[in-house]
């Protein structure tokens, strides 16, 4: 029991220091399901506001919100963290909801 405990422990720990990178301008879990503000655990902090009224659901890992398309969304304010000038990649799970073919 003890160290499964110690292995979940130390793999909880493993993700978290891995989100402290500095060149991780911005990453949210959305594992809060905090009905405002979404935390970025970057070490910038670059905490996002919920716009509209997304759903909090299930994902992949944790949590998850569910936008409607229309008028949801998650604001970060502009910061110099984010004033980005370089190539970049940005890594999102998406789960469009149904098949979608050339409609975009």
Do not use: C
Request: proline fraction near 3%.
């Amino acid at each position: 029991m003890l160290l499964i405990l110690l292995t979940v422990s130390l793999t909880i720990l493993s993700v978290l220091i891995e989100a402290q990178e500095d060149s991780l301008v911005l990453y949210f879990s959305f594992d809060e399901e905090v009905e405002e503000e979404i935390k970025d655990l970057s070490v910038h902090r670059n905490h996002g506001k919920v716009s509209g009224k997304p759903k909090w659901g299930k994902g992949k890992l944790g949590q998850s919100l569910a936008f409607d398309a229309v008028d949801d969304q998650v604001v970060v304010p502009t910061t110099e963290s984010l004033a980005i000038e370089v190539a970049i990649t940005m890594m999102a799970w998406v789960n469009p909801g149904k098949e979608l073919l050339n409609d975009w």
